[in-house]
T-cell receptor
Framework: EAGVVQSPRYKIIEKKQPVAFWCNPI?????LYWYRQNLGQGPELLIR????????DSQLPKDRFSAERLKGVDSTLKIQPAELGDSAVYLC????????????FGPGTRLTVT | AQSVSQHNHHVILSEAASLELGCNYS??????LFWYVQYPGQHLQLLLK??????LVKGIKGFEAEFIKSKFSFNLRKPSVQWSDTAEYFC????????FGAGTRLTVKP
């Protein structure tokens, strides 16, 4: 079984530039999560999707962050424009059935904003 | 506000020593509890989970955790650690959403 796939694995950009991260969840997993993990911290939820619907985006900084999950499969997380404080690892996770199952994590995208 | 606390930021042990990593949470309702592990250069993996039933749960690689509801705790234990257990360990609590602790880095010296 293929795991959660994320790309790119690493990204270095200058501040004020846009950046996008892509996630392909495990086949059949309806629920998809985006997390941000700052250095020395645990992951923090940004947004949760049930199929193509964003059901929890309360922690997503909506002034510069956006996400979509077209057709309820792949998802893209975008930052525009990026700020220095956005440097972090962005993790995607998926689970089989809403919040009633544990989450499988992808390898993450390490973003460095200079 | 709901929070998850991991008491130790960095633990250093010799091989064969016993391990206990603390985790406390601040939520009074029904919770699901997890321990995830992140080995160097790898992604987060589930170590064990508690949903209901026996409060002593066993996970992979000889790890176990005990849910003590009265203490709002879910401590991780292993009787004898190995060098390969060197990793970062995250406690997580799920109510409506998932909250992670800050993690504990475990270094096992050979």
């Amino acid at each position: 079984e293929a795991g959660v796939v994320q790309s790119p694995r690493y990204k270095i950009i200058e501040k004020k530039q846009p950046v996008a991260f892509w996630c392909n969840p495990i086949s059949g997993h309806n629920t998809l999560y985006w997390y941000r993990q700052n250095l020395g911290q645990g992951p923090e939820l940004l947004i949760r999707y049930e199929n193509e619907e964003a059901v929890d985006d309360s922690q997503l900084p909506k002034d510069r962050f956006s996400a979509e999950r077209l057709k309820g499969v792949d998802s893209t997380l975008k930052i525009q424009p990026a700020e220095l404080g956005d440097s972090a690892v962005y993790l995607c996770a998926s689970s089989l059935a809403g919040t009633g199952d544990y989450q499988y994590f992808g390898p993450g995208t390490r973003l460095t904003v200079t | 506000a709901q929070s998850v606390s991991q008491h130790n930021h960095h633990v250093i042990l010799s091989e064969a020593a016993s391990l206990e990593l603390g985790c406390n949470y601040s939520y009074g309702g029904t919770v699901n509890l997890f321990w995830y592990v992140q080995y160097p250069g790898q992604h987060l993996q589930l170590l064990l989970k508690y949903f209901s039933g026996d409060p002593l749960v066993k996970g992979i690689k000889g790890f176990e955790a005990e849910f003590i509801k009265s203490k709002f705790s879910f401590n991780l234990r292993k009787p004898s650690v190995q060098w390969s257990d060197t990793a970062e360990y995250f406690c997580a609590v799920r109510t409506n959403d998932m909250r992670f602790g800050a993690g504990t880095r475990l270094t096992v010296k050979p």
